[in-house]
């Protein structure tokens, strides 16, 4: 018999040739489909040399995958796409994902589960935290420290002077490092109506990084940002300075027809002030603060008591002038003029005469104040307002 068989002298003395075993030597064995167990062996060659190996070597355990340390040879340069069916072992609650609404972010609700917060969205400009109802509580943002370092909470709202980011430029003076805007709807829209702003003092450099504080508002009827306050880097109100002003005539000016009470057009801040430039020196309405200030008139920044002395200097009356009159008129922001008049009877003198008047009065913000001046006695007996006449106001507090 020719030999077709494999008997044990072969086996032990390693002379088994291919001759000697049969074509169908792996395919006649029954197949394995599942089942492995670590005591499973297969038989390799090593280098040539025919070895036995633990199933266990080739298959990954729980406490590799725990630990991170699968050897990187068991895995493929390009991993084969995986199917969620050959997934099996995962915790009964499954890592779940709920929610509707388009850039929700995800929070943990629970062991191995997650939930799209509908009121938490992030579209790649804002970060919303929305709250609706009318019993629903106020929308905010905590932010706690626990600790006895003295180190609290922090907001850092950080600005570069730079497009690219990541790149440290130093800041330009004047410029905004953050802004916290108060916003509301108008017209079917959120719309920007008070800014609290950091914003530099100086040129960022080596020696100094000085800083201020602006807040803005918008003025009543106006779609207008203001800024309305200002501390300096000293911790100073910059702005609004405290409201002062001393305006001349820079020509002399007649009065009206008898007995009115003329608007006296001081139009001059030559040798005096206008310390914020709330005071209308013009002939034409003025825009300031978004507010239209007519000529020759002062708009009262902030409400408070204010100090006004007005000084008229009256040349050109008649013997038949009886009296003279120096008033401050107080025009409130929509609202109906109010008159604080001085009268000195001057009994036909036609000399001329310096009539001062000085008063305090509470202005509300945004009013606007005038000093107007007139004669009364015989028809055409009016006076001539001289230069050398002044009006004068500063915000005492």
Not at 250 to 277: L, M
Request: proline share 4%; hydrophobic share 35%.
């Amino acid at each position: 018999m020719a030999q077709t068989t494999i008997q044990g002298t072969f086996l032990g003395d390693g002379t088994v040739t291919g001759a000697k075993i049969g074509a169908d030597f792996i395919s006649a064995q029954t197949a394995l489909d599942s089942g492995l167990a670590t005591t499973d062996e297969i038989i390799v060659s090593d280098a040539g040399v025919i070895k036995r190996m633990d199933i266990s070597v080739l298959t990954l355990s729980a406490a590799q995958l725990t630990s991170g340390t699968i050897p990187d040879a068991r895995f493929p340069a390009t991993l084969p796409a995986i199917s969620g069916a050959n997934l099996t072992n995962l915790p009964a609650s499954g890592a779940t994902l709920s929610g509707t609404t388009n850039n929700t972010i995800v929070t943990v609700t629970g062991s191995n589960a997650m939930i799209g917060e509908s009121e938490l969205t992030y579209d790649g400009t804002d970060f919303k935290l929305m709250k609706g109802g009318a019993s629903a509580t106020g929308a905010s943002l905590a932010i706690e420290t626990y600790n006895d370092g003295g180190n609290p909470a922090r907001l850092r709202l950080r600005a570069s002077h730079n497009d690219t980011q990541g790149t440290m430029t130093s800041n330009i003076n004047d410029y905004p490092l953050g802004f916290v805007q108060f916003e509301g709807v108008q017209s079917g829209a959120f719309q920007r109506s008070a800014v609290i702003r950091g914003e530099t003092a100086e040129a960022w450099d080596a020696n100094g990084r000085g800083s201020k504080m602006s807040f803005y508002t918008t003025p009543n009827n106006t779609n207008t940002e203001t800024k309305a306050m200002e501390i300096g880097e000293h911790g100073a109100t910059t702005l609004p300075t405290q409201p002062a002003f001393q305006v001349y005539l820079s020509s002399d000016s007649g009065t009206g027809q008898n007995g009115d009470i003329d608007k006296v057009p001081f139009n001059s801040t030559s040798g005096g002030r206008d310390q914020g430039g709330y005071f209308n020196t013009t002939g034409s309405n003025e825009t300031i603060r978004g507010i239209t200030v007519l000529p020759y008139q002062f708009l009262a920044p902030v409400a408070g008591f204010y100090l006004l002395t007005c000084y008229i200097v009256f040349a050109g009356q008649g013997s038949g002038t009886d009296r003279a009159t120096v008033a401050f008129d107080v025009v409130p922001n929509g609202g109906s003029m109010v008159r604080y008049n001085s009268r000195h009877a001057i009994n036909g003198i036609t000399n001329e005469i310096r009539l001062p008047f000085s008063m305090v009065v509470y202005v509300a913000a945004n009013a606007q104040i005038r000093c107007s001046a007139g004669t009364y006695g015989a028809a055409n007996q009016q006076a001539t307002r001289k230069t050398g006449s002044w009006f004068s106001g500063i915000l005492l507090g």
